[in-house]
């Protein structure tokens, strides 16, 4: 009786077993977390041009002028901050290291920091310098195309700016095999090519240009 007893026990329990792997549960989706069965995932990565254009340059509309090219680069380098000094050491809106302001004369880092008619007189005294040390290259490589960019005077100073005259020689001797790229990954080529066409024809070129500090 017993035996009988335990038999259709475990005869039952197998049933409730076998046929409860066919009830049908709800389905939960998580919003966002789910694809069907035709979905797949994709994955873009930005290139540097992408990563530029990210945040907006917001700059005041003053066109390829002198003005636009300073207030550009002053944004570029600092988004305009008077008295930043950046992890390298580089001060000011225009980032300038401290071996650059000795050479266009500037030698009192704490009252450059303080003073924008300093910082702008030092920028402009670098692209004199610039000029000067770049000027066979101004006139032998400009409105040629180099990794898909115009060369123009104003870009390659820009690009002097962020890696050295020394620098953009090397690039425009490679055609563009040699590159550079800065502590932060901007390469010479986006300054080359965002800096482009600015009027800055009245700043001569000078090899011993410095600033006049009053």
Do not use: C
Not at 78 to 98: A, C, D, E, T
Not at 122 to 144: H, P, Q, T, V
């Amino acid at each position: 009786m017993i035996k009988k007893r335990s038999y259709f026990i475990g005869l039952t329990l197998l049933v409730l077993v076998v046929s409860s792997g066919f009830i049908t549960f709800k389905e939960e989706k998580l919003e966002g977390f789910h694809l069907t069965n035709n979905e797949v995932i994709k994955y873009h990565v930005p290139n540097e041009n992408e990563n530029e254009e990210i945040t907006p340059v917001k700059v005041p509309h003053v066109g390829k002028s002198f003005a636009g090219f300073a207030q550009k680069m002053a944004y570029k380098e600092s988004r305009g901050i008077l008295h930043l000094v950046n992890p390298y050491g580089y001060m000011g809106k225009y980032q300038f290291g401290r071996s650059t302001l000795r050479t266009v004369g500037v030698y009192d880092f704490q009252e450059f920091l303080r003073n924008a008619e300093w910082q702008d007189k030092a920028f402009e005294a670098l692209i004199a310098r610039n000029k000067w040390e770049l000027r066979k290259e101004i006139d032998k490589y400009s409105g040629r195309i180099i990794n898909g960019v115009e060369i123009t005077e104003s870009g390659l100073v820009a690009a002097a700016h962020l890696g050295g005259a020394g620098s953009v020689k090397k690039y425009l001797r490679s055609n563009g095999r040699n590159g550079f790229k800065d502590g932060f990954g901007t390469s010479l080529s986006s300054y080359i090519r965002k800096f482009s066409n600015y009027d800055i024809s009245h700043i001569k070129a000078d090899v011993n240009a410095k600033v006049v500090l009053e």
